[in-house]
Every structure is written in C-alpha cells, then in structure tokens.
C-alpha cells in the first residue's frame, strides 16, 4: 500500500519536473564536485521549491499526510543518488571501502541539504540562498584546526558537511536536522488542507 502511494507522489513530482530532474540525474553520474553540485539542485528542487512557491496545493488534492510527501520527496532524492552512486562505481573504484565510504559521503551531504532547504522553506525564507549560506559558514568553520587531538583540535570537522571526519557522527547530525525539518514542514497537521 505505501509503494502504491509513493509512486502517485513520484509520479507527480516526475512529471512536474521531468526535465530538470534528467539533466541533475544525468550531472550525478559524473563524480565528485559536479555530483555534489547536482546534488545540492536536487535536493532544493525536488520538494522545497514547491512549498516555497506555494505549488504544493496539488498535493492537497491528494489523500496523503505532510510527513508522506516529506518522507516520499526524501526518498526520492536518496534513489536517485545512491542508484547513480551505484551505476558509477564499477569505473571509478573496485574498492569496496571507498564504495561506503563515497556513497556515506553523499547520503549525508543529500540528507543534510536536504533538510535545512525544508527548514528555510517552513519558516519562509529562501531554500537556495540559506543552503548556500550554510555551506559558506561550514567550509569556514571547517577550515581552521585539524581531527587530530591535539591543540589544533576542531570538533566541528567531525560532522561538517565538507570534511565529514567522522561519517557516522555526520550521519547522526544529519538525522537531527531532518527531525527539525519534518517538525516543521508538517507542523501540527496530520493531513495538508485546502
């Protein structure tokens, strides 16, 4: 029954955004920076750009809760990186360290923006100008002192979404700030309403 429903709410974000959605699939299967870059544009266009500019009302018409549609758009972001992760992997490493760790790397960054673009868009500011913010802030918070243990210590590298020196811990962070983001984005309503 829920595949059932998260194929209608696939559907629909496919088919409103179809061409978008292959030139970013397509720029995901070149990795690093251009993955990361693709990345950051699905993840503000897949759902926050439809509540920011109110084009979520379809959904309305639609018998499904605000935390579906939240939990659905994620896991679509999430196929369509995690099977370009998988589709690219045979030509760039037979390692499988490298495998998990690269596809950890860019679930976290997917999640991570993911999530603060649905916080900007609930609380009525700008999806791409406040990840574009955080990520200014974290490249510099993450730019001073080292992982080791010493006095050059910084423990913001550890869940940074730059460095990620600890990808578990990233992943933790990562998961709190959904939890803020899906708070707020279905708020107090079970059921979105007209």
Known sequence: MYIKRMEIV????????????????LLLLIPNSIRLLSI?????????????????ISFYYLPFSKGEIFLYSLALLLLLVTSAHFLTFGFISNSLYYFLNSLLY???????????SMLAVSNGLDNFGIT????????????????????????YKLISITVQGNKFLTLLFAFIILYFAFKAYVGGDTYVKN
């Open 10 to 25: 696939w559907e629909k974000l496919l088919k409103e955004k179809l061409g978008v959605f292959f030139i970013f699939t």
């Open 40 to 56: 950051f544009f699905l993840a503000n266009l897949i759902l926050p750009s439809d509540v920011k500019q109110k084009r979520d």
């Open 106 to 116: 860019i679930i976290n960054f997917a999640i991570i923006i993911f999530s603060i």
């Open 132 to 155: 574009i913010i955080y990520l200014i802030i974290d490249s510099i918070l993450s730019h001073f002192g080292s992982l080791t243990l010493d006095k050059n210590f910084n423990p």
